[in-house]
């Protein structure tokens, strides 16, 4: 057994000259080996954990200042020794061959390898969970800083965001007993350092490196709660390489390719000769730039809690609802009285927007992963891509967010595969060798639109008619407009591309785009023009908890039609309406001719009104996908709070949900875009919209 003790670290600190860096890290690495043991007494720990610290902040070792840097890590080592000679022991250290002078010696690399991601027996669990939220925090701003790297190399602030990441986690996951991520964090600060004082240019396989530390860590803070639940699982494979390439940057082979999250399937990697020669692809973010936690004044709280309270908020919201509109306070003679009750009305709502804001959150979290998943296409296809981001502050609710995730993966996969074409393919159509993709996402009103733009082929009509016809889907496009063309790559199955990848051709991305769409009562927009690029518009709603909805009365039934979906209404005169051989019924308005949808045919209500120019017409839908629902009567306005129809009534086709109205009666809240594509009979595109 080779025994470190405190005057080894001692030994290494007397080496330290001012200036000389190596031996700062020499130092630095017997100090980590001695905190990351935990037999060590805690008050010995701590003293060097403060020392440890003076060393990893450049501040003190600035010019003049370093004198006072070391001084201070004297004192911290003096206070180690004091409690030390109290009756404290040495630490003992697992035999190894030798020690090189690399910070950790390849003997206990190799042996990390075969250890468990294991959880102390001690360890505060609280703690630990709160380590894995702020981990995967930290862990995404130090991605974000890469990729503003590998655009500015020079950029000294993104490489401190880098740096500070891996030194956090390295030093909570070593308090908390962690010593398999605080021993490979260590790996990746180390480097990060090299390059932060200049000893290391940020290229080479430097910023592959970088990335691939940033993923292991994922994966080894990912598997934390599998170890807080007694399996410790074992660390990854590439622990031991990738750990020994750290250390050795510039002994590290040529980049592997990472795998790209996939929809199954593998392919052989890009020959040589599919990649750009001389330029790596360009990755940049516009806007505000992602960066690691801020001391900012938060307060955690737990999801359920938060749901629980916009929960109640809208019972009470329905409460006051029904108050205000119950017949003894609206009639009341009391002005004193309905006064206070419109006072008490104001702070209701005021609560309820104030409740929901709580939930609602940037769009930067779902969008700051995209540009890591550009980069890394674009490096296995050997595509040039820019992918730049506006708007992406732009906040919705929660839930919404999580949704939306798997949606923007596949679209922007989609573009970077099927749109952007490789260098020499763009530059023989006249275009610059970099493609551009393009994401910017903005609110209007109580809608939230997210745009995928990119100059790349376009969508193919004759390939997507050619392949819909092969499939069974049509059989025959004569009459479809482009439009209803491009509706068909939403469909189960559609593919066209002409062989599978890890990336694209099972026919499966665009379909899962369709059915979170319909979970979050959105839509998509498709625009297209061959050889130009493509644009695809996601509509959302702010919030699915609360919905601005126009009430309608069909027979003695009332519903809800959310009003972002409603166009205009109007009382047609009877020469206006007419019958259309293979299309029904049809009302002429405002120039247009419109398919119009007894309501309470499609709804199956009783005592409702027949004669359609008795009723009144509420033109919904965009596009070519405009309908006429004819309904007897308007009653009014008002914002609801959305309820599920719970388990026992199930999915109800045509229906969304249900709320209760203000005298306690339930409202049902109609899928507007389900019935439209209902009634013109083509189910299978339901919940999603193509113009």
């Given amino acids: 057994m080779a025994t470190l003790t405190i005057d080894d670290a001692i030994a290494a600190f007397v080496a330290c000259e001012p200036g000389d860096e190596?031996?700062?890290?020499?130092?630095?690495?017997?100090?980590?080996?001695?905190?990351?043991?935990?037999?060590?007494?805690?008050?010995?720990?701590?003293?060097?954990?403060?020392?440890?610290?003076?060393?990893?902040?450049?501040?003190?070792?600035?010019?003049?200042?370093?004198?006072?840097?070391?001084e201070k890590v004297r004192q911290a080592l003096e206070v180690a020794v004091d409690h030390a000679e109290c009756g404290d022991r040495a630490v003992s250290e697992p035999e190894v061959?030798?020690?090189?002078?690399?910070?950790?010696?390849?003997?206990?690399?190799?042996r990390a390898s075969?250890?468990?991601?294991?959880?102390?027996?001690?360890?505060?669990?609280?703690?630990?969970?709160?380590?894995?939220?702020?981990?995967?925090?930290?862990?995404?701003g130090a991605e974000a800083a890469l990729l503003r790297l590998e655009s500015a190399p020079d950029d000294g602030e993104a490489i401190n965001d880098v740096f500070?990441?891996?030194?956090?986690?390295?030093?909570?996951?070593?308090?908390?007993?962690?010593?398999?991520?605080?021993?490979?964090?260590?790996?990746?600060?180390?480097?990060?350092?090299?390059?932060?004082?200049?000893?290391?240019?940020?290229?080479?396989?430097?910023?592959?490196?970088?990335?691939?530390?940033?993923?292991?860590?994922?994966?080894?803070v990912a598997a934390i709660p599998q170890a807080l639940a007694g399996h410790a699982p074992e660390l990854p494979d590439e622990y031991e390489p990738l750990s020994h390439a750290l250390s050795h940057p510039e002994e590290a082979a040529a980049p592997r390719a990472r795998t790209v999250e996939s929809e199954g399937g593998s392919a052989p990697e890009p020959?040589?000769?599919?990649?750009?020669?001389?330029?790596?692809?360009?990755?940049?973010?516009?806007?505000?730039?992602?960066?690691?936690?801020?001391a900012d004044p938060l307060v955690k709280v737990r999801t359920d809690k938060l749901d629980r309270l916009v929960e109640m908020v809208g019972e009470l919201v329905i409460a006051q609802t029904m108050l205000v509109q119950d017949g003894v306070v609206r009639d009341a003679s009391n002005h004193h009285l309905a006064q206070k009750v419109r006072h008490a009305d104001k702070i209701v709502r005021e609560l309820q927007d104030l409740s929901l804001g709580l939930r609602m959150v940037p769009l930067k979290g779902a969008i700051t992963k995209l540009a890591r998943v550009v980069r890394d296409l674009a490096t296995r296809s050997g595509k040039q891509i820019t992918f730049t981001v506006a708007g992406e502050d732009t906040e919705v609710d929660r839930t919404l967010?999580?949704?939306?995730?798997?949606?923007?993966?596949?679209?922007?996969?989609?573009?970077?595969?099927?749109?952007i074409e490789t260098p020499s393919e763009r530059l023989k159509a006249g275009k610059p060798a970099m493609g551009t993709v393009r994401l910017e996402a903005s609110q209007a009103g109580d809608r939230v639109l997210v745009k995928l733009i990119d100059d790349g082929r376009g969508l193919q009509r004759d390939k997507i008619v050619a392949k819909a016809i092969e499939k069974g889907i049509i059989t025959s496009a004569e009459s479809m407009s482009d439009t209803e063309v491009f509706d068909l790559i939403f469909a189960p199955g559609f593919s066209t591309a002409e062989q599978v990848t890890e990336v694209s051709g099972r026919g499966v991305g665009m379909d899962v785009v369709r059915r979170n769409l319909m979970a979050m009562r959105g839509r998509t927009v498709i625009s297209s023009k061959a050889g130009k690029g493509s644009v695809?518009?996601?509509?959302?709603?702010?919030?699915?908890?609360?919905?601005?909805?126009?009430?309608?009365?069909?027979?003695?039934?009332?519903?809800?039609?959310?009003?972002?979906?409603?166009?205009?209404c109007f009382r047609p005169e009877p020469s206006a309406v007419f019958t259309a051989q293979g299309k029904g019924e049809m009302v002429q308005t405002a120039g247009e001719v419109l398919p119009v949808v007894r309501l309470h045919r499609a709804l199956r209500?009783?005592?409702?009104?027949?004669?359609?120019?008795?009723?009144?017409?509420?033109?919904?839908?965009?596009?070519?996908?405009?309908?006429?629902?004819?309904?007897?009567?308007?009653?009014?306005?008002?914002?609801?709070?959305?309820?599920?129809?719970?388990?026992?009534?199930?999915?109800?086709?045509?229906?969304?949900?249900?709320?209760?109205?203000?005298?306690?009666?339930?409202?049902?809240?109609?899928?507007v875009d389900e019935l439209v594509v209902a009634s013109r009979g083509t189910s299978s595109a339901t919940g999603v919209q193509a113009a």
């Fill in 401 to 419: 967010v999580d949704l939306l995730a798997d949606p923007l993966l596949h679209m922007v996969r989609n573009a970077v595969d099927h749109g």
């Fill in 97 to 110: 061959p030798s020690v090189p002078k690399e910070f950790v010696p390849e003997a206990a690399v190799a």
């Fill in 536 to 568: 695809f518009t996601i509509e959302l709603p702010l919030t699915l908890a609360i919905t601005d909805g126009m009430i309608v009365r069909v027979g003695a039934e009332r519903f809800i039609v959310p009003t972002a979906q409603i166009r205009r």
């Fill in 164 to 220: 500070r990441a891996f030194h956090t986690i390295k030093g909570t996951s070593s308090f908390l007993g962690l010593s398999a991520i605080a021993g490979f964090a260590h790996h990746a600060e180390d480097m990060l350092d090299r390059v932060r004082a200049g000893e290391l240019a940020f290229a080479g396989q430097v910023p592959e490196l970088s990335f691939r530390a940033v993923d292991l860590l994922k994966t080894l």
């Fill in 22 to 70: 190596a031996a700062r890290r020499k130092l630095r690495e017997r100090l980590w080996t001695l905190v990351a043991d935990r037999s060590l007494a805690s008050p010995i720990r701590t003293a060097l954990a403060d020392a440890i610290a003076v060393l990893d902040d450049p501040a003190e070792f600035k010019g003049a200042k370093e004198a006072d840097g070391l």
């Fill in 114 to 140: 075969t250890m468990l991601l294991a959880i102390p027996d001690d360890a505060d669990r609280s703690l630990i969970e709160d380590f894995i939220a702020e981990a995967r925090e930290y862990l995404e």
């Fill in 271 to 294: 020959s040589a000769a599919d990649h750009a020669p001389d330029h790596a692809p360009v990755v940049m973010r516009a806007g505000t730039a992602a960066s690691v936690p801020t």
């Fill in 605 to 671: 209500v009783v005592g409702a009104q027949e004669g359609v120019d008795q009723g009144i017409l509420m033109v919904v839908g965009d596009g070519n996908n405009r309908t006429a629902f004819l309904v007897d009567e308007l009653l009014g306005q008002q914002q609801v709070v959305a309820k599920p129809l719970g388990d026992a009534i199930g999915r109800v086709q045509g229906l969304t949900g249900g709320a209760i109205l203000g005298d306690g009666r339930v409202g049902l809240i109609l899928d």
